[in-house]
Structure formats: structure tokens, C-alpha cells
């Protein structure tokens, strides 16, 4: 079983930027497709961005152009860089993955979250 860890967020004003990060356990990382993810009140969790094992990077579209996934297979983490921050991206920022990309659904575990709260 797999374990994600995830840290970095916090209260930020609009504009600003954060750098989320995810820790994983286990040693088949390299391998694994990640994803950043989150859930704001009242709402269901989605997909935020997604990085396979092989680099290529998928963003939602509220995502696009201001966020970056990127991950360091020698640390097993796997980051969020989050740009020109709005209201509407408050919300507990998850990730998940493994060896095959599941939808939101899919997946039965996850972590303890990190809340993103953007506000003046």
C-alpha cells in the first residue's frame, strides 16, 4: 500500500503563489502516474493536474497556464507550483496515483490533504 503525504499549503492573497508537495512511500515511484487533485466545500474533488512516469503533464483547464506538476523521482515527491492564485482555487489539495490512471472515483485511498486558502 502506497502512502502520499502531502504539504505547503496555506492562506495566500490573491496573485500570489504556493508550492505544493507530495511525499510518497514505496519504491516504485519512478513508475507511477501522479496526480494533484481537490475538493472545495460543497464540491466534488477533481482533477487538477497529472504527470506520468514519463513527464507528460496534463492540466485542467483552470489550471492551464498558471499551475506546473513536476516531480523528483529520487525524492518520490511530486509538486504543484501554483501561480497567479485565485478565490476560487481554495480548496484541500489531494494526490493520488499509481501504476495505471484511475479517475477521481477510482481511487479508494487517500491522504490527509492540505488546504489552500486564497483570500485578501
Known amino acids: 500500500q502506497v502512502h502520499f503525504v502531502e504539504s505547503g499549503g496555506g492562506l495566500v492573497q490573491p496573485g500570489g503563489s504556493l508550492r505544493l508537495s507530495c511525499a510518497a512511500s514505496g519504491s516504485d515511484f519512478s513508475s507511477y502516474a501522479m496526480g494533484w487533485y481537490r475538493q472545495a466545500p460543497g464540491k466534488q474533488r477533481e482533477l487538477v493536474a497529472r504527470?506520468?512516469?514519463?513527464?507528460?503533464?496534463f492540466y485542467a483547464d483552470s489550471a492551464k497556464g498558471r499551475f506546473t506538476i513536476s516531480r523528483d523521482n529520487a525524492k518520490n515527491t511530486v509538486y504543484l507550483q501554483m501561480n497567479s492564485l485565485k478565490p476560487e482555487d481554495t480548496a484541500v489539495y489531494y494526490c493520488n496515483g499509481g501504476l495505471r490512471i484511475l479517475l477521481v472515483h477510482e481511487y479508494t485511498s487517500w491522504g490527509q490533504g492540505t488546504q489552500v486558502t486564497v483570500s485578501s
Open positions: 504527470i506520468t512516469s514519463g513527464g507528460n503533464t
